[in-house]
């Protein structure tokens, strides 16, 4: 083996390892990048508060198109659920926050979470509201 047939080895090995150095970087790149995407968490924050239940069909069985101007009371106290426990840890969906008995929301204090109804206190009275049917 002549000095020359060496020379061009040496370069032919280089080139070799240039090109998979060149070919390898960027999906190394893009594994980094990836790897730190993982580390971010997406959040999503859904205010239903004023807006109607989009379960709910607009157009009632008889044909009818609903309203849902009224939902809150007067009072702009709405029930919208109940997530009802046999021990007496229940919670309540009113204007949007999970609330529990003791708390005061809209000016009142939650008394009491029955599996159909809330009692509260309002202004000194003992008031009960119902938990609407689905679509009524």
Do not use: W
């Not at 998979?20 to 995407?37: Q, R």
């Not at 993982?38 to 008889?62: C, H, M, S, W």
């Not at 919208?80 to 529990?100: F, M, R, T």
């Amino acid at each position: 083996m002549n000095k020359s047939s060496g020379f061009k080895c040496i370069i032919s090995g280089y080139f070799f390892y240039a090109m998979l150095i060149i070919a390898f970087f960027p999906m190394f790149n893009i594994c980094l990048f990836a790897a730190d995407t993982d580390n971010e968490e997406a959040v999503f924050l859904y205010k239903a508060q004023g807006k109607r239940d989009p379960f709910i069909p607009l157009v009632t069985p008889e044909g009818l198109i609903r309203s849902f101007e009224d939902e809150a009371d007067k009072s702009g106290f709405y029930l919208e659920g109940i997530i009802y426990d046999y021990s007496g840890e229940s919670l309540a969906i009113i204007n949007g926050e999970i609330v529990k008995k003791g708390e005061i929301v809209a000016g009142m204090e939650i008394l009491d979470i029955e599996k159909d109804k809330v009692v509260v206190l309002q202004n000194g009275e003992r008031r009960e509201v119902l938990l609407r049917e689905e679509g009524r």
